[in-house]
């Protein structure tokens, strides 16, 4: 039994250390937040209970919580399925669709000429 207990405090001791700590800049920090507000918002306009939102989700509701609050340690895919189950899914499509700075790139590139590869001579 000692051993036991030793091995599961060993267990959590490692996973511990293997969690990655996410880093990410105060301002993006915050637009997580706000978009996990957001979804929690939409969640009680709908009069939806954390538990029946993780369920038809497929989550547990402690990963629901944690995607409300915008902890970017949950998997993307989970914000998907949360966003599915409120018919809220439509609106990630629009994220990057219109990439203005990268339509600009992509115009300039086609304006640029390429120089021709140099030839090199055999001798």
Known sequence: MVFQTKFI????????????????????MKILEEFGEDIKLARLRRRLSAEQVAERAGISRSTLWQIEKGLPSVSMGY???????????????????????????????ILVKKRASKKIKNE
Do not use: T
């Open 9 to 28: 405090s060993l267990c959590e001791i490692l996973n511990i250390m293997n969690r990655k700590k996410h880093i990410l800049l105060p301002r993006l």
């Open 79 to 109: 914000y998907v399925q949360v966003l599915f189950v409120l018919g809220l899914e439509k609106n990630l499509s629009a994220i990057a669709a219109d990439d203005v700075l990268g339509r600009k790139l992509q115009d300039a590139e």
